[in-house]
């Protein structure tokens, strides 16, 4: 999983990215080109690093809990599908998927990786479906990099079915701000976990890799559960899984690193309007 975090020991240092504006005077025009032509730039990166079994923390722990809540779904849209890897693991469940994600290189290897979803370049923020055409929609990891947020919920609740599934997949926004990282105090020995701004939203493009900038969004959880709600994606769940192997293994096993989360789970139903509510009756 690609994260603004640091997860090396550090003495307070922290990712390096560009200066953030305040909040909301970047156009969302500019912002969403720019994070279009980065990710442009830095698919194949993202698809040799993190996917088709590359990454640990897809295999181990991200992948089996999509599996877990998806389990049953009939028709499945993937949003922010990237090379496919989640839309491959729910076929394989035997749901029929589609597959949407704004950045032509990814829809591209998605095709050419195959399977029997159907993948299109399209936005969270227009989804190109009909209302109430899919009974779960799955969300992982990419609203991070979408700046509407509130714009893709909607979209997301107009193309589920009244009780649909919303599952959406988040760095976890307490624990994993801009800014966090394991910090060793020199003179103890002892690690801590050093939490960045959490309460303010950080819009900014970040070096996460030798040569690879890319924009993230962070926004407290409260914004992502107040668009849900006014949705009317009512929250039925949450997860908060402990770091897997893979990425213990990665913090030298410092004690308590298993106690800090780096993912949430959101499990949400869509509630039927009055009108729908009134057509049941009939």
Do not use: K, N
């Not at 990419?142 to 649909?164: C, D, K, N, T, Y």
């Amino acid at each position: 999983m690609s994260d603004r975090s640091t997860q090396a020991t550090i003495l307070v240092r922290c990712p390096d990215h560009f200066e953030h504006p305040p909040a909301r005077t970047m156009t969302t025009t500019l912002t969403v080109m720019v994070g279009d032509s980065l990710w442009e730039r830095h698919a194949a990166w993202w698809q040799e690093g993190f996917t088709d079994g590359a990454d640990p923390e897809y295999e181990d722990q991200i992948l089996p809990l999509i599996e877990r809540f998806l389990h049953g779904s009939r028709r499945v849209l993937d949003v922010g599908c990237g090379e496919g890897q989640v839309s491959r693991r729910i076929a394989g469940l035997g749901a029929d998927v589609v597959g949407i994600d704004p950045t032509a290189a990814q829809i591209r290897v998605a095709r050419e990786r195959g399977g029997p979803t159907h993948f299109m370049r399209a936005r969270s923020e227009q989804i190109p479906s009909t209302s109430a055409s899919f009974d779960a929609v799955v969300v992982c990891l990419a609203f991070e990099h979408v700046e509407s947020f509130e714009a893709a919920i909607q979209e997301v609740a107009r193309v589920l079915v009244p009780g649909g599934l919303f599952l959406l997949l988040l760095a976890h926004p307490l624990l994993q701000p801009p800014g966090s990282g394991w910090v060793e105090d020199l003179d103890s020995g002892d690690h801590f976990w050093r939490i960045g701004p959490y309460l303010p939203d950080d819009v900014a493009i970040d070096e996460i890799a030798p040569g690879v900038r890319l924009q993230f969004t962070h926004r407290p959880l409260s914004e992502y559960v107040h668009a849900m709600g006014q949705a009317g994606l009512l929250i039925e769940d949450m997860v908060e899984p402990a770091p897997s192997a893979a990425v213990l293994a990665e913090t030298g096993d410092f004690p308590d690193a298993a106690t800090f989360p780096r993912l949430m789970v959101l499990c949400a139903r869509r509630a039927a309007s009055s009108s729908e509510r009134a057509e049941l009756q009939r």
